[in-house]
């Protein structure tokens, strides 16, 4: 069964300041690999994705993630951030119809 | 428009009086998904269906069962409450592999 670990737990930045959010997974087939955000009282919204391909993917409000195989990391960067990107960060992995699993999450706090 | 629509957004209930939540998808999507998520935690996996398979996971408590009466419609179910079950409680819906996930706003469950 397929299982994830998202290594910072929180991370605090000051605006401008460069992301890297880690995600580590262990499953040894093919997976399917997100990253949802959860602002503060909000639902979760889908910021990228991965199926397949170019293993550097590009999504909403300037995120970007790299699936390397080798490693099994899926690995959250934003070169920017801002204020408005305080929330709470959710790596997920699925396999073909299984079940999808979410990593513990990384509380992200952006200082003005 | 909303493509997974949980009901009612907001549910009190007594102290061991059974509930149940409503999650609808207009998607037609086989895999539909149930969580619990607490308060600055992850989204948990409760159950998963795909189609009619049932897969409860290991750790779901026997006080939360579900039901899948058509493709459309999924049911979550608590027997008897109890102050640990306070939580949002989000459904998702897939078509299977290499898609992504909707997710419903979620019910936010409180048991006085």
């Known amino acids: 069964a397929q299982s994830v670990s998202q290594h910072n737990h929180h991370v605090i930045l000051s605006e401008a300041a460069s992301l890297e959010l880690g995600c580590n997974y262990s499953y040894g087939g093919t997976v399917n690999l997100f990253w949802y955000v959860q602002y503060p009282g909000q639902h979760l919204q889908l910021l990228l994705k991965y199926f397949s391909g170019d293993p550097l993917v590009k999504g909403i409000k300037g995120f970007e993630a790299e699936f390397i195989k080798s490693k099994f990391s899926f690995n959250l960067r934003k070169p920017s951030v801002q204020w408005s990107d305080t929330a709470e960060y959710f790596c997920?992995?699925?396999?073909?119809?299984?079940?999808?699993?979410f990593g513990t999450g990384t509380r992200l706090l952006v200082s003005p | 428009d909303a493509m997974v629509i949980q009901n009612p957004r907001y549910q009190v209930t007594q102290f061991g009086k059974p509930v149940t939540l409503s999650c609808s998808q207009t998607?037609?999507?086989?895999?539909m998904y149930w969580y619990q998520q607490k308060s600055s935690q992850a989204p948990k996996l409760l159950f998963h269906?795909?189609?009619?398979?049932?897969?409860n996971e290991a750790d779901t408590p026997d006080n939360f069962q579900s039901r899948r009466p058509n493709t459309s419609f999924c049911f979550l179910d608590i027997r008897s409450p109890g102050l640990g079950d306070a939580a949002m409680y989000l459904c998702?819906?897939?078509?299977?592999?290499?898609?992504?996930?909707?997710f419903g706003q979620g019910t936010r469950l409180t048991v006085v």
């Open positions: 997920a992995v699925t396999a073909g119809f299984q079940k999808l699993v």
């Open positions: 998607l037609n999507h086989n895999v």
């Open positions: 269906y795909y189609d009619k398979d049932f897969n």
């Open positions: 998702a819906s897939r078509t299977g592999a290499n898609t992504e996930a909707f």
